[in-house]
């Protein structure tokens, strides 16, 4: 079967890869706008390797890299209103920096001093603590959205999954909900072309992702996932339709996972250098970087200042969350049930109460 003839949306682009833009399709944000967007993936690109070598020096556990989907992240992120939802993943670190999160709220959850819940704002944040089980978020994702309109909210809410995600039921079941019942709902799916050792050629035959949005009677795009501006526009508009009553719609934003899938992974197994060193030349950090020179006379002392700004941000939150304490062993138990049911309630005294449990 030719998967093609369904529809094979093209790839939107704002930022063409030397830096240049593509009048048409610019946002024309304002320049602090901009610097922001770049600000923001400077701060997790020195945040996330910082990360990687805090598990290479054993004082983090197992952590996901970002590297290569800053634009992505940062670019969904910046789009949404405060009081929009947003549903992240173990990957979305930029995500969390975007929303407002400060380094140590993310870094808490890293070395095992908190989680993402221990703050005295987390339903005015309006941002979810990041799942593990792929794809549970998108039907979480759906229902927030439909009570926030069955309420009358003026919101919608952004979810955020890779490709690999595509094959799981929840995705299947939250999309096709979401059609039938027009939900304020922005699927956003990172396509970083793997799901651990999976290729996105052998996730699906579909000829792309966002064209699955068809088949659940809504529109699906695809933009250029490394250009930062292509991703705030399709993610801005998707919630603007959103927010007017025209349901959902999926964004795939074409991008590339860089790292590891996580830190206990090596990537050399299943996927070869050239492809990697492909992909970094359409690096989405040094694109933005090369925007600002172009559009707004970015400077080699501003961009000398910016990364020392992240350098430092990055080992003052790192030096402060170390010293603090870690969570109690009976942590566990906390956030999962709004009132504790009896049987677990058990389970925890009897937690607390053996001297066995390593704490
Ligand atoms: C329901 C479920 N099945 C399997 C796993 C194991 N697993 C963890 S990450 C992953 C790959 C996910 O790939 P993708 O959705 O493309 O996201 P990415 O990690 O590339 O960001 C799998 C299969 C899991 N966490 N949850």
Redesign the pocket.
């Given at each position: 079967m030719d998967t093609m003839a369904i529809q094979a949306p093209d790839v939107t682009r704002v930022v063409a890869p030397d830096g240049t833009v593509n009048e048409g399709t610019d946002p024309e944000l304002s320049e602090s706008a901009v610097i922001d967007l770049y600000r923001l993936q400077v701060l997790a690109r020195t945040f996330d390797e910082k990360a990687v070598a805090l598990h290479r020096q054993g004082r983090i556990g197992t952590y996901?890299p970002l590297q290569g989907?800053e634009a992505a992240q940062v670019g969904a992120a910046y789009a949404l209103a405060d009081d929009d939802y947003c549903f992240p993943?173990?990957?979305d670190h930029a995500i969390y920096l975007t929303r407002g999160l400060a380094l140590e709220d993310v870094l808490v959850h890293l070395l095992g001093k908190g989680n993402y819940v221990d703050r005295e704002d987390p339903a005015t944040l309006r941002t979810f603590p990041p799942t593990?089980?792929?794809?549970?978020q998108l039907p979480h994702a759906v229902g927030v959205s439909m009570a926030a309109d069955y309420r009358g909210d003026d919101c919608a809410a952004l979810v955020s999954?890779?490709?690999?995600?595509?094959s799981?039921g929840?995705f299947h079941e939250g999309m096709n909900f979401a059609g039938v019942f027009e939900t304020p709902t922005v699927f956003f799916c990172?396509?970083?072309q793997?799901?651990?050792s999976?290729p996105r050629e052998r996730?699906t035959a579909s000829a792309t992702i966002a064209q699955k949005a068809q088949a659940y009677g809504f529109e699906g795009v695809r933009v250029d996932g490394n250009d930062v501006l292509a991703v705030y526009t399709a993610v801005e508009d998707a919630l603007d339709a959103a927010k007017s009553g025209e349901g959902p719609r999926l964004i795939e934003a074409v991008t590339y996972?860089r790292g590891a899938?996580?830190t206990t992974d090596d990537p050399s197994k299943y996927r070869d250098d050239e492809e990697v060193e492909k992909w970094r030349q359409k690096d989405p950090v040094e694109r933005t970087r090369e925007f600002l020179e172009d559009a707004h006379g970015w400077s080699a002392t501003d961009e000398e200042k910016l990364r020392e700004w992240a350098d430092q941000r990055v080992a003052e939150a790192v030096a402060e969350v170390e010293t603090r304490t870690g969570l109690d062993v009976d942590a566990i138990f906390e956030h999962v049930y709004a009132e504790t049911p009896e049987r677990l309630r058990r389970q925890r005294e009897r937690v607390v109460d053996n001297p066995e449990v390593e704490r």
């Open positions: 996901a989907q993943t173990y990957r593990i089980p792929i794809a549970t999954f890779g490709d690999g995600a595509t799981e929840d990172q396509n970083n793997w799901a651990i999976m996730q996972r899938h996580t």
